[in-house]
């Protein structure tokens, strides 16, 4: 691909002011800001429902979010906001609207134009009928005994986000159903998820949207392999496998009865999906009653997303935040840090969010842009995590800007030590021995909650999805397309396509012919 030219982002009035700004404010030290500001922590707060963001330990001033506020005002993110919330087809690549907004609104008609409010509400009638029939042992087996394992087969968003809420909402899970998750294409994913699942009492539920996911039904026909085995029945399949799918004849030539299968859409992407069909395993797991709390969660940060002012609006700060690091001071980097168990599963659920939305080099416009986008995501469970890579975090030689999250109700323990590693980013501590000094200036913010229940977790994943989207309007790339991830299955699909005798000429480059030569040889 060509090299980039200026973009009309970088040479914009909002940037250059932005890179005057940051050579102005990088000698700035955040605890020297603290001293001179005592109100610093009062107005660089906010509160949205459940959640409360504490960003003042940023190398920011009022200035600086004036000026930020600016560049969100230059790209015009309130406007595109609307044509989200308006069904658009911003997705314009693959000329789709963005309504995963929709899944959890209420209204009675929404967008206006293009009402897709029925097919919503009966999806999660459905979704109700069938879980309260399984939590209730209504829904029987071919065998006529209720089911005690489900297990659901997904990738990507398909498993991600109900993987991580089943995670999270561990203690509200009163089913009398064992709820686990298979993802991996290596058999080893799915043969550990049936330790103690007997044929008898196992329902598998397909969660894809196209049904052709190579990982996905590779793990469904081992599965429904491992059914027929043990029942001694093609039949029992009807019975005993569900479907999150687009494509309900595909999961019918699978032998899933149509009633089991669960609608899902081409204007919901599938890091966006958990508040559809897509969630079923959690709905099983937690009752729907709280499934529509947490889309009672997320609905309510949409609408603060929606009304609150670009200078009060939590996804918009959280947005304009990472856009100053990754730019305007080469920060490559992000880290979340949830100081809970329960949130063990978020980093991964937020890497696919940010690096598979905003992981451009192309804009909207087909150019390639001259300026960095996503930042790799990463991160882990604290306090597990002081014990791993806070090292590099305090005293590395990279800027790596943390979001802590803290739910008051966790243990005193967990919550002051997340407390005082984001107090040790900030302050740093100097001593005589260079090898025991802490520089500091290092930023983070701190989202506290005073409970982790399905309302609270709502709210939190759509802050971190409506960041996502504000970042990529200022970066001018569509959050909503993925084609980067085709590449690697077009390949694969070439690979399982040759024959199994013969050369291991594949077509493609020497190292993988000789590769994919060594691999045969030891399967043979």
């Not at 409010?117 to 009928?129: E, F, G, K, S, T």
């Not at 390949?491 to 590769?515: K, V």
Request: charged fraction near 20%.
């Amino acid at each position: 691909m060509n090299q980039p030219v200026p973009s009309k982002l970088t040479q914009s009035a909002a940037w250059k002011a932005l890179q005057q700004h940051q050579a102005e404010i990088a000698p700035l030290q955040m605890r020297d800001l603290f001293a001179r500001e005592p109100e610093r922590a009062r107005e660089f707060s906010l509160e949205a429902g459940a959640l409360l963001l504490d960003y003042s330990k940023h190398r920011i001033t009022g200035t600086t979010l004036a000026l930020l506020a600016d560049l969100a005002r230059q790209a015009d993110v309130e406007g595109w906001r609307a044509r989200m919330f308006a069904g658009e087809h911003i997705n314009a690549s693959e000329d789709r609207a963005v309504l995963h907004v929709a899944l959890r609104a209420e209204a009675q008609a929404f967008p206006a134009g293009n009402d897709v409010m029925p097919l919503v509400r009966a999806a999660r009638q459905r979704m109700r009928a069938f879980s309260d029939a399984l939590r209730g042992d209504r829904l029987l087996g071919h065998s006529g005994k209720p089911m005690r394992t489900v297990i659901n087969i997904g990738i990507g968003g398909s498993d991600l986000g109900p993987r991580m809420l089943t995670q999270a909402l561990w203690r509200h899970a009163d089913a009398p159903q064992a709820v686990r998750f298979v993802a991996n294409a290596d058999p080893d994913d799915l043969a550990h998820a049936l330790v103690h699942a007997e044929p008898e009492t196992t329902l598998f539920i397909v969660a894809s949207k196209t049904f052709t996911t190579g990982e996905t039904l590779g793990n469904a026909k081992l599965a429904r392999a491992w059914l027929t085995q043990g029942l001694g029945s093609e039949t029992a399949v009807m019975k005993h496998f569900a479907a999150a799918t687009a494509n309900v004849k595909a999961a019918g030539e699978f032998g899933i009865a149509p009633e089991l299968c669960f609608p899902l859409w081409d204007w919901v992407g599938g890091r966006y999906s958990v508040w559809s069909s897509v969630g079923l395993p959690l709905a099983i797991a937690i009752g729907m009653d709280r499934f529509e709390q947490l889309l009672a969660g997320a609905r309510a940060m949409d609408a603060h997303f929606l009304a609150a002012p670009l200078a009060a609006n939590m996804p918009v700060l959280l947005a304009l935040l990472g856009i100053w690091y990754t730019n305007f001071f080469g920060a490559a980097t992000h880290a979340v840090l949830p100081y809970a168990e329960a949130l063990r599963e978020l980093p991964a659920y937020l890497q696919q969010l940010e690096m598979e939305s905003n992981g451009k080099c192309v804009d909207r416009d087909g150019q390639r842009v001259d300026y960095a986008t996503a930042p790799v995501l990463w991160g882990s469970v604290g306090t597990n995590s002081q014990h791993a890579f806070h090292q590099l975090l305090h005293q590395g030689t990279q800027l790596i800007p943390c979001d802590f999250l803290v739910p008051g109700a966790n243990t005193a323990a967990a919550a002051e030590n997340a407390l005082a590693q984001a107090a040790a980013l900030m302050a740093g501590k100097d001593a005589a021995i260079a090898q025991k000094r802490f520089d500091g200036n290092r930023p983070s913010s701190t989202i506290l909650f005073q409970t982790l229940d399905a309302h609270t977790m709502g709210q939190l994943l759509a802050l971190y999805e409506h960041k996502v989207f504000v970042q990529g309007i200022i970066w001018n790339i569509n959050s909503f397309d993925q084609w980067g991830v085709e590449l690697g299955k077009e390949i694969a699909r070439t690979l399982a396509a040759q024959p199994a005798t013969g050369t291991a000429a594949t077509g493609l480059d020497a190292s993988t012919d000789a590769l994919f030569a060594r691999l045969r040889g030891w399967r043979r």
